[in-house]
């Protein structure tokens, strides 16, 4: 039995079957199943080189690397939740410890880009490592309180331990190293051009949003990501068949929170701070919320609602003094208004949750595979 | 008490005093609890929009005492009513839909209910401190050289109120019983001829009615209403997890525990815990359910989740 996964379909030996057909689990595993998953493929490299050099302003990109950090965060939370079922509400904390470790070692010790970022994913299994247990013991409801406590504990922390962050007034990151061999991405000079900083911002982080997507969809469709998705669907069958409780869920734990401190570290390189109230409730909340908007346990469906979550939060922020949103929105304490920015961006968020969770409860996602299959199918309708 | 004083840096009647303080607010946080428990108990369901439900509530003591001038503890009555047709529109506009649905999803609806309901109300009455006003603030009833505020007192009195009322309605009313008869086993309970749609409404509503209470007891005092309250209002998780999440009287007791904890640790930590940095009260209750989670994972008094295969 071939053990390796092929990434791309047959097709290479010729006679090549009219639609690509699904003979075989290997088939069914595939990452790009068919020419159209190739296409796609190229057009998205040809968008990540085309975006940031012609079209979109230093503030788009800004944007479009929010986005993308936001992207790498919510690819690790759905790996726990989506995946493995196991919820989490202390996603933020995982995201500020990576960011303090960008402050900290990158800034404050000048360690290279290429050593402390993977020490800031190394942190991540570790303190993964060490939560995971707890889902072993305590199920469902208890476990979501255990990882809010988890949020007013890394506060705490953070606040506390003034030599790493910097206290309650957070910590600045400066000259941090952000060069990957001999690409510094603190302005990319790259055959002859010279990138601003938002360019060069732009290709590291979709970079690992594509390495992150890539790792992620491997992952699940390996042994670990079975027995995580087991896990997910009734985990007293899985433990029956033989999957290793203890090992998946730390495990998934440990995936989790690693791609969170790379999230965190890339937010913190990006808007070049770390504070303790920017790691709270909220954020958790709006990873979450990524998730159910973008399809849980789908790893593109992280990427559409970071896109949607933060692209909505852009908007209004843009249009806070447009006609139609500025008799709602204040924008300062002279202005006439219902609400300030922040106010509606949360009321948004959680009319978001629960229509998604009433009406679409698969997310975005769901849409892209029901317009699939219906193109697929066509002109059946089954 | 004045045995223990002269070890610890602080005197007897300081000591006393602190104590009191950590039962009364313990019996705060004892408030909400029983609003998450009451919830859980019937539907299975953390309502993480219950710190909406207690903000709401504060506001509209507010708004019935100070706006429109009616008198305090008609204010309180009306609030309460008020909390409790807002705990029953919501469970029939959204939380109807989501019976049977898995924790996560209705986990996450109440917290998007509780992210609208609370920007909501900074929206109405505005993100600065208010004062309301309350006819307890500032009186002090004085028994052996300990001063006892009389809000502290109102707080202690409404969760003793409170807590009897849910044991006698559980135990001796038919909608009690029947509240307890979905909890045990919806399909069963139904068969019985028990409608689930009347008992999950009343659960929700009488959350609603409890939390407005809450929320109007944490309101007291000088400029103590505002925004902020409903995230207070997640400082009782402790007390409700360390209590079990179905049981009254632990929801109670958890409360009562964490308050003391807090109170306790506010007081000694100055001198004894300075490493563990500024105001740990605020962590302590975390760290207390941590611990007494890893040792019973189901609470203090929380039934066992039994797995059958």
């Keep these: ?382 | 008490m004045s045995a223990l004083a002269p070890v610890l840096a602080v005197t007897g009647t300081e000591l006393v005093q602190n104590l009191i303080g950590g039962l009364a607010l313990g019996s705060k946080y004892a408030l909400i609890a029983l609003g998450f428990v009451v919830v859980f108990r019937a539907t299975g369901v953390i309502n993480f929009a219950n710190g909406a439900f207690v903000l709401v509530g504060a506001y509209m003591t507010y708004q019935f005492f100070q706006t429109w001038e009616l008198n305090f503890y008609l204010a309180i009555v009306l609030s309460m009513i008020f909390g409790f047709l807002l705990g029953i529109v919501l469970e029939a506009i959204v939380l109807r839909r989501l019976v049977g649905e898995a924790p996560f999803t209705v986990i996450m609806v109440t917290i998007g209910l509780l992210f609208i309901l609370d920007n909501l109300v900074t929206a109405i009455w505005g993100a600065s401190n208010l004062n309301l006003g309350d006819p307890w603030t500032g009186s002090v009833v004085e028994v052996a050289g300990v001063q006892v505020p009389h809000r502290d007192l109102w707080a202690m009195g409404f969760t003793g109120v409170v807590l009897c009322g849910f044991l006698l309605f559980f135990r001796y009313s038919s909608m009690g019983l029947a509240m307890r008869a979905t909890a045990m086993d919806p399909e069963a309970a139904l068969a019985q001829g028990i409608s689930a749609r009347t008992v999950y409404r009343v659960t929700w509503g009488i959350a609603g009615l409890v939390a407005a209470l809450a929320g109007t007891t944490f309101a007291t005092g000088t400029g103590n209403l505002q925004p902020g309250l409903g995230l207070l209002a997640l400082a009782a998780f402790p007390a409700m997890i360390l209590g079990g999440m179905d049981s009254p009287l632990g929801a109670v007791l958890g409360g009562l525990i964490i308050g003391l904890v807090q109170q306790l640790t506010q007081l000694l930590a100055p001198e004894y815990m300075e490493w563990a940095g500024r105001s740990p009260e605020i962590v302590v209750p975390y760290v207390v359910m941590i611990v007494i989670l890893l040792v019973r994972p189901y609470g203090l008094f929380g039934t066992p989740e039994v797995r059958r295969v």
Aim: glycine share 12%.
């Design chain 1, 1 to 382: 039995m071939r053990t390796l996964l092929t990434p791309f379909g047959r097709g290479r030996s010729g006679g090549r079957p009219s639609r690509n057909l699904v003979l075989d689990y290997r088939d069914d595993l595939r990452i790009f199943p068919d020419r159209w998953a190739r296409v796609g493929l190229l057009l998205l490299a040809f968008l990540y080189i085309y975006l940031p050099t012609q079209q979109v302003s230093d503030a788009g990109l800004r944007t479009l690397s929010t986005i993308g950090v936001f992207a790498i965060g919510a690819i690790g939370l759905n790996l726990l939740t989506g995946y493995t079922g196991q919820v989490s509400l202390g996603h933020a904390f995982f995201i500020g410890v990576g960011s303090y470790t960008a402050a900290y070692l990158g800034a404050e010790m000048g360690w290279p880009f290429l050593v402390y970022v993977p020490a800031a994913a190394l942190i991540g299994v570790g303190l993964g490592v060490v939560i995971g247990p707890f889902a072993l013991r305590l199920r469902g409801h208890y476990l979501v309180i255990v990882t809010l406590g988890l949020i007013f504990l890394g506060r705490h922390i953070f606040n506390n331990w003034t030599s790493v962050t910097g206290g309650n007034r957070g910590t600045q990151i400066r000259g941090a190293d952000m060069s990957v061999g001999p690409l510094d991405f603190s302005g990319l000079e790259l055959f002859g051009t010279t990138y601003s900083r938002e360019q060069s911002m732009f290709f590291l982080v979709w970079a690992m949003v594509a390495i992150a997507a890539l790792l992620a969809k491997n992952l699940v469709r390996s042994r670990m990501g079975r027995a995580m998705q087991a896990v997910r669907d009734r985990d007293l069958s899985a433990e029956i068949i033989g999957v290793d409780l203890a090992r998946t869920k730390v495990g998934a734990f440990a995936w989790s929170s690693a791609f969170a401190c790379v999230a965190g570290v890339l937010s913190a390189l990006q808007i070049r701070f770390a504070g303790p109230d920017d790691f709270g409730l909220f954020l958790s909340i709006t990873y979450v919320a990524i998730i159910i908007i973008g399809g849980v346990g789908t790893i593109f469906g992280a990427i559409v609602g970071s896109i949607f979550v933060v692209g909505s939060e852009e908007l209004i922020n843009e249009n806070s003094r447009s006609d139609w949103l500025g008799p709602l929105v204040s924008t300062g304490p002279t202005d006439s208004g219902w609400l300030s920015v922040g106010e509606l961006n949360a009321v948004l968020f959680g009319a978001f949750i629960v229509g998604f969770l009433l009406f679409e409860p698969r997310g975005l996602a769901a849409l892209w595979f029901r317009a699939k299959a219906w193109f697929l199918t066509w002109p059946f309708s089954y």
